[in-house]
């Protein structure tokens, strides 16, 4: 079992920053990448970002590319999603997944944080 404790939401003004964290807990000897989702109101989960553990390689949904960077610490097996530039449009509840790869693939998913971004 993986635990994902997430913490930077809030509320923000457009043009704004914020600093989204996650930090895994549990069984974390084997991460193979950790992301970021996120979900507004009457739409579906989208991918915003994720990074792969071992290389650091990063993808990103077009519509955040240029103002929102992820990054990792190995370390303390930590991803962050830096949010520059924010929109009305990022408004959702943004989940933070962590992908383990075992003898399977498993994932498991942060409880959620409020990011609202004001115009």
């Known amino acids: 079992q993986v635990q994902l404790v997430e913490s930077g939401g809030g509320l923000v003004q457009a043009g704004g920053s914020l600093r989204l964290s996650c930090a895994a807990s549990?069984?974390?000897?084997?991460?193979?990448?950790m992301g970021w989702f996120r979900q507004a109101p009457g739409k579906e989960r989208e991918l915003v970002s994720r990074?792969?553990?071992?290389?650091?390689?990063?993808g990103y949904a077009d519509s955040v590319k240029g103002r929102f960077t992820i990054s990792r610490d190995n370390a303390k097996n930590t991803v962050y999603l830096q949010m520059n530039n924010l929109r009305p449009e990022d408004t959702a509840v943004y989940y933070c997944?962590?992908?383990?790869?075992?003898?399977?693939?498993?994932?498991?998913w942060g409880q959620g944080t409020q990011v609202t971004v004001s115009s």
């Open positions: 990074i792969r553990w071992s290389g650091g390689g990063t």
């Open positions: 549990g069984r974390t000897s084997n991460l193979y990448d």
């Open positions: 997944k962590a992908r383990v790869l075992l003898e399977a693939l498993y994932d498991y």
